[in-house]
């Protein structure tokens, strides 16, 4: 198969059934909106580093506007291939949301990192600040499911680029 041949399949891709795609869509919408819960009850559980609930709250919100945007029929091109106004102005806002994102992780990580393993005990007076135990891992176990699912998927696309180069090699077609 030649590489235009490739191509074309990547582009007229068969869509997935619509209840697998709702199922994702509400699964992906389950993490933010805990973010959201937990952040607010426990705004001020954490005089340590009290940006934390606040990133929580941050990152709940715009990942659930990026999850709510990419149901809508403005994020898609139209089959014609024509631009759409609507269209660019979403691919923007998608696009500068994941940027903004990517730069609160950052943020976030530093704060969250920086105070491992903070004092979880709320009257402790010589321990210096507390942070709320249940806060402070969820923030730190949310951010770090980030690192390995972007590992395992950093492992599973190695793996699909392998398969590909192997049996590009086996087909005989690919020569000519």
């Known amino acids: 198969m030649s ?18 795609l709702a199922c994702s869509k509400l699964i992906f919408c389950i993490i933010p909106v805990a973010q ?29 506007v990026l999850s709510v945007l990419s149901c809508l029929p403005c994020t898609r091109t139209p089959e014609d ?13 998608n696009s500068l949301t994941s940027l903004f994102l990517f730069c609160w ?20 007076t010589s321990a210096g600040p507390y942070c709320d135990r249940t806060l402070y891992l969820f923030a730190f176990w949310t951010t770090t499911l980030v690192y390995i ?7 599973g696309g190695f793996c699909v680029l392998f398969c590909f180069c192997l049996c590009g090699r086996a087909d005989a077609d690919d020569d000519v």
């Open 36 to 64: 959201i819960v937990i952040g607010a009850i426990h705004l001020d559980d954490c005089p340590r580093q009290h940006y934390i609930p606040i990133y929580l709250i941050v990152v709940g919100v715009f990942g659930l």
């Open 81 to 93: 291939g024509t631009p759409n106004l609507l269209s660019q102005f979403c691919t923007t806002w």
């Open 149 to 155: 699912l972007l590992g395992l998927s950093l492992v």
């Open 105 to 124: 992780f950052i943020a976030g990580n530093v704060w969250i990192y920086s105070i491992y393993e903070p004092n979880y005990i709320r009257n402790a």
């Open 3 to 20: 590489s235009s041949g490739l191509m074309r399949r990547i582009r007229s891709r068969p869509q997935p059934p619509t209840p697998i």
